[in-house]
């Protein structure tokens, strides 16, 4: 009688025994899903090598691969400088929502001044100190990951749960700094990518667009108004005698000349509109969604920005009168017949031979190509 109670015991402990290892199996099968979710994960953001398909990974994957409500990421720019990349890269900001720019590092109270500030922050969501991370959705529960390298943070990526559980100041990080450090990793050589190619497309002296980024670009432009039947122009503009200078004072005066010309053309366009030198004192400006006579206007309105008051040049003591040269030329409305690539040439060679005769007509002035 006790030996079949006792064997009856045994069996529930048994049951019971194996009922718990299953429980741990599955929960081991869990884990190991979850380890291999993370470490594909891992690969996708440590694979992309632009910075387009970065962002991708962080914004639109991530939160579908650790169920979260919403991934956003904030770039410290105060001086714009990735922007104006990305811009000159026609990588669109707007395309990406979740991708936000800050002008310095978040103040976070130091409610642990034990705690390094390159730890990852967990805990409830304040609006008054996360707000600027989540300014479309706002979360239940927090991780802000600032993302630092070489002792210097780049920004923040900020994750947002709508469970309170989900992140709180005593959950373990190791995982989220290990992520925390990959997505640093992975965005800074992204930047450094974008930032060569960036240079690649860049005149060194007056760090407006060089040829080949205009060419390019006009083409795209050229493709783009074929398509959408919108306008186009393109203004060529000279320094007028700028041989006088370099004669007169030297090449360093004439390379200060043309940085305060670059910057004075530059003043007067759009951010859409994209200026280049092209070679020499010549420089090409592309005007988007712009008529023949949106064209002239604002080829006047740089003429007289270019002579508006004299350059200061080491070697004299009075200010020097620059004044330019314009021809421009417009597309409107677009031909379609004919490739991007022979309409680009076509309206280059019109505009250039507007500014020959703008130069043939006594200089300081605009002439209009013929109509296309
Ligand atoms: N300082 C400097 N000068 C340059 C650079 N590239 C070209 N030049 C000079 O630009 C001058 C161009 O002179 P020209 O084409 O004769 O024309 P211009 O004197 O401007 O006369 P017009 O165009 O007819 O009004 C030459 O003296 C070139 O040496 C540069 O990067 N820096």
Do not use: W
């Not at 305060?260 to 003043?267: F, G, L, P, Q, S």
Request: glycine share 6%; with cysteine.
């Amino acid at each position: 009688m006790r030996s079949a109670i006792d064997s009856e015991a045994l069996i529930a402990d048994n049951e019971q025994l194996r009922a718990e290892l299953q429980d741990l199996l599955q929960q081991a099968h869990i884990n190991q899903s979850i380890i291999e979710r993370h470490q594909a994960f891992d690969l996708k953001l440590i694979g992309a090598s632009e910075f387009r398909e970065l962002i991708e990974v962080m914004l639109t994957v991530m939160p579908g691969v650790f169920s979260l409500e919403t991934v956003t990421l904030s770039l410290i720019d105060g001086d714009y400088a990735i922007q104006r990349i990305l811009r000159d890269l026609q990588i669109g900001i707007n395309e990406f929502p979740k991708l936000l720019f800050l002008k310095q590092a978040l103040a976070f109270p130091d409610d642990d001044l034990t705690r390094a500030d390159e730890k990852p922050r967990l805990g409830p969501y304040v609006a008054a100190l996360h707000g600027p991370l989540f300014p479309h959705y706002e979360p239940v529960s927090v991780a802000v990951l600032p993302l630092v390298r070489q002792h210097r943070l780049l920004g923040y990526l900020a994750l947002g749960s709508a469970y309170g559980e989900r992140f709180t100041r005593s959950l373990a990080t190791d995982f989220i700094e290990r992520l925390a450090t990959i997505a640093a990793v992975c965005l800074e050589n992204v930047i450094n990518n974008e930032r060569l190619k960036h240079i690649g497309l860049t005149d060194p002296l007056t760090g407006v667009n060089n040829r080949r980024y205009i060419e390019q670009r006009m083409q795209e432009e050229v493709a783009r108004s074929q398509r959408d039947r919108s306008a186009l122009s393109c203004l060529f503009i000279d320094i007028d005698h700028f041989k006088r200078v370099n004669d007169q004072f030297g090449h360093q005066s004439g390379d200060d000349v043309l940085r305060e010309v670059a910057a004075r053309i530059k003043k007067e366009l759009r951010l859409s509109d994209a200026l280049g030198r092209f070679g020499g004192e010549e420089f090409v400006v592309l005007l988007t969604h712009a008529t023949r006579e949106d064209a002239a206007r604002i080829a006047e309105r740089i003429r007289a920005g270019v002579c508006s008051r004299g350059v200061m040049i080491e070697g004299s003591r009075d200010p020097l009168k620059i004044t330019a040269s314009i021809g421009a030329a417009a597309l409107t409305p677009p031909d379609r017949s004919r490739p991007a690539a022979e309409v680009k040439q076509a309206m280059l060679k019109a505009a250039d031979q507007a500014l020959y005769q703008a130069k043939e007509a006594g200089r300081n002035r605009v002439m209009l190509a013929a109509g296309d």
